[in-house]
């Protein structure tokens, strides 16, 4: 089995991981609405600005009217929070699946 569907298989029985997920496209999406409404931004360009956001990479695009620039602030410490959720748990099963398979082949020397 592959890492990837071993790791998909543990992730979609973890409660936690799932409400991170779903908290984290509910924040995308909300997001994408409000910059598409408040800075009249075409609906990719909003989706993007707030993708790159989240995962900290920065934007060339940023928002012009005050409402967008608090809206931004706060958007900032709960998209993050959430990006970042939904990283770790992966990453925790990464090293998890990582330190079975090295014990099982310890175990087999």
């Excluded at 934007?59 to 005050?66: E, K, Q, Y």
């Excluded at 900032?76 to 939904?86: A, E, I, K, M, P």
Aim: aromatic content about 12%.
């Amino acid at each position: 089995m592959g890492l990837a569907r071993s790791i998909y298989g543990a992730l979609k029985h973890d409660d936690d991981f799932l409400a991170l997920l779903v908290s984290l496209v509910i924040c995308l999406s909300g997001g994408t609405v409000f910059y598409t409404l408040a800075e009249g931004w075409p609906w990719l360009d909003a989706l993007y600005f707030c993708v790159m956001t989240v995962a900290t990479i920065g934007s060339d695009l940023s928002p012009a009217t005050p409402v967008a620039k608090v809206f931004t602030m706060v958007y900032l410490f709960t998209g993050v929070g959430l990006f970042y959720g939904v990283v770790f748990k992966i990453l925790v099963q990464i090293v998890q699946r990582n330190s079975i398979a090295n014990a099982i082949k310890g175990v087999h020397k």
